[in-house]
């Protein structure tokens, strides 16, 4: 036996849409006291502006200059009690919520797919990581933005359990809602984000691949802390 601790720094965790990914990986980032960083968020925030500012989700120029300029800032919720997971801050506007309409739901993967926009978001997202003691959540963190990552998950679940907790967080926060709108816009999304030339979704060859169809956020985050408790007394045996 040997005394070094082998605990994972970097944790990455992709998946399609709608998985559980986020609220997992801030749970899980809660009980490691680690940083939680959503990367969907920095590709949500270029749609926002890009629709703000009428610019067309087919100019890869545009949009790409607005990635390479816009400063996207993560911060923890404090002092807000309306169930926001982090405070999004775009040039210092608070657009936590901005960042959630269906309207950027139905755009953000056409954003995210301009190979000009991916380089210019993976570049800080890398810089963050970097630093370690993070959970970060996206779809191509294991396998481009983090290849190195200490664990790799991959979230899964059935298109319509996805389909119904994203129907059921927008119905909580007030929002009117179409449960087969919500199911055919899933399934766009898992269509481009997985068809994309650049950083397309897929799991890394060496991804732990969790389903979590059935099970709440609170069985998997267990499920998740007792693979990583293993691998600690694997690597410290
Ligand atoms: O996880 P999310 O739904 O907030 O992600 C929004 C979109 O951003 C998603 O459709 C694909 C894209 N995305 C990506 O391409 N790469 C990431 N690392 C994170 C998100």
Redesign the pocket.
């Known amino acids: 036996m040997t005394t070094e601790h082998k605990k994972a720094k970097t944790i990455a965790i992709?998946g399609p849409?709608?998985a559980g990914?986020?609220s997992v990986g801030l749970a899980l980032a809660q009980r490691l006291a680690y940083l939680f960083f959503?990367?969907?968020?920095?590709?949500?925030a270029i749609t926002l502006l890009a629709l703000e500012q009428g610019i067309s989700m087919e100019d890869e120029d545009a949009l790409g200059i607005l990635a390479e300029t816009t400063t996207i800032d993560v911060q923890p919720p404090t002092g807000y009690n309306d169930g926001r997971y982090y405070t999004v801050l775009v040039d210092s506007r608070d657009s936590t919520w901005a960042l959630r309409t269906p309207e950027v739901?139905a755009n953000?993967?056409y954003?995210?797919?301009h190979p000009r926009v991916?380089l210019a978001l993976t570049a800080q997202?890398r810089r963050i990581g970097q630093r370690g003691r993070v959970v970060m959540?996206?779809?191509?963190?294991g396998t481009v933005?983090m290849p190195d990552a200490d664990v790799k998950f991959y979230l899964d679940a059935s298109l319509e359990e996805r389909a119904r907790r994203r129907y059921n967080e927008l119905v909580a926060r007030g929002q009117s809602t179409d449960y087969e709108a919500i199911l055919a816009d899933l399934r766009e999304?898992d269509r481009?984000?997985s068809t994309?030339a650049m950083?397309p979704?897929r799991r890394a060859a060496d991804a732990i691949y969790v389903d979590t169809t059935g099970l709440s956020r609170d069985e998997v985050v267990e499920y998740l802390l007792g693979l990583l408790q293993a691998r600690e007394e694997v690597s410290s045996s």
């Open positions: 992709d849409a709608a990914k986020s959503d990367t969907g968020v920095m590709y949500r739901d953000v993967s954003v995210a797919a991916r997202q959540v996206g779809r191509d963190i933005v999304r481009l984000d994309r950083a979704l």
